[in-house]
């Protein structure tokens, strides 16, 4: 079912060859509860609910391939955050896991902030009504007009990425005739054990300021001798999908360090940092992650005991959680099509979604769980590769699974775990228009999201 590979891709795990894999679960029925969101499970017919609605209906009424979320799990996710680091630190959503004007919703009514990093994102922020103060914008390319805009919106924080940045950024605020605040990001050279794609505290890659190479601590002096901007703290993000706190310890203790060296330069205490997010989810049920109570008290001792050693009060942290909310709320239900047995490797399972919904497999290797959702099986079990509709070898769900020897057309397939980034990446390839996102809560099912139609990718084209 399984290769030996990271999560997030095979860069950092000793791949097994092609053919070697675990033994299949000992029931194919059974729902692991760290990959599922919390209301799924199964009715006394076998088949996969949500927040007491079936696949069947879900199927029915919004079509496949469709993303269901869970918004109780959302919302108590979002409330363990908050409660987990307390009054005294900001918990900032990143959006770009998955955004919408409902997710905005539940977000400000939750009490968390948010991160964007897009005018499109910023539109959908303010049009969800979350309140401008509570918004970071983040980038390495803020185009002008993406400043203007944010200043004139009152944005909180805008992290800034470049010299270049800091000077627009200024030259936004005199025009506006306010303070900004910013952050600074560093590059603070950790390598966080993750696909190479979305490893971002390494030096050689686009995002930050390098802390090793002095770039940063200018970036410093110059927003400090900028008028309009005020200098909030530094930020500091070192990849994605981590289970590992050792990054955060090292990159703790270089951006304290930095933040020591301010002190004694401009004899100024910055009062805030951000140690970004990438907190990984279980896509299998192989991935153990931590939970929100044990990651704030990691990195508060991280943050309090270097902040100790270097004569530092203890700064105001922020994190951005995105993936670790989203992820595990949401899963996308597919349509078998065809099956196509090839005797002594594998059989061919094709649904009626792929890449244009799930990037993440072909882009990463990304390994997720998959499940018959539309009724139970005592069939034995079968090594399968779910497989997309598009033209493209690459275009897989799930490379490597056990389903029920029985599995035939017609049938609803589940993929769990897939609230982040899968329909933030989704695209139009083969001119296939993007599901919909269904949030179904209480016994009810509601579109957030609605599904393209062949007429809004005409629309689109002018001829």
Known sequence: MSRSAHPAGPRHGDVLPEGHYSAPPADLNALDEKVWARTVERDREGQVTVAGVGVKALAEEFGTPAYFLDEADFRARCRAWREAFGADADVFYAGKAFLSRAVVRWLTEEGLNLDVCSGGELSTALAGGMPAARIAFHGNNKSVVEIERAVGAGVGRIVVDSFEEIERVAAAARAAGVVQGVQIRVTVGVEAHTHEFIATAHEDQKFGLSLAGGTAAEAVRRALAEDSLELLGLHSHIGSQIFDMSGFEVSARR???????????????????????????????????????EIAKALREIVGRECEVAGLAMPRISVEPG??????????????????PL?????????????????????YDAEYAVALASRASTAPPMLARVVGKHCESGDIVVRDAYLPADTAPGDLLAVPATGAYCRSMASNYNHTPRPPVVAVADGRARTIVRRETEEDLLRLDVG
Do not use: C
Request: no cysteine; proline share 6%; hydrophobic share 35%.
């Open 343 to 363: 005797p002594g490797l594998r059989t061919y399972v094709s649904v009626d979604g792929g890449m244009s919904d799930n990037i993440r497999t072909a882009l």
């Open 323 to 340: 993936r670790a909310i989203v992820g595990p709320t949401a899963f996308t239900l597919y349509e078998v099509g065809t099956i196509k």
């Open 255 to 293: 951006v304290v360090g930095l933040l020591a060296r301010i002190r004694d330069e401009h004899g100024v205490e910055l009062p805030e940092i951000d140690l970004g997010g990438g907190l990984g989810i279980a896509y299998t049920s192989d991935d153990d992650p931590q939970g929100p109570a």
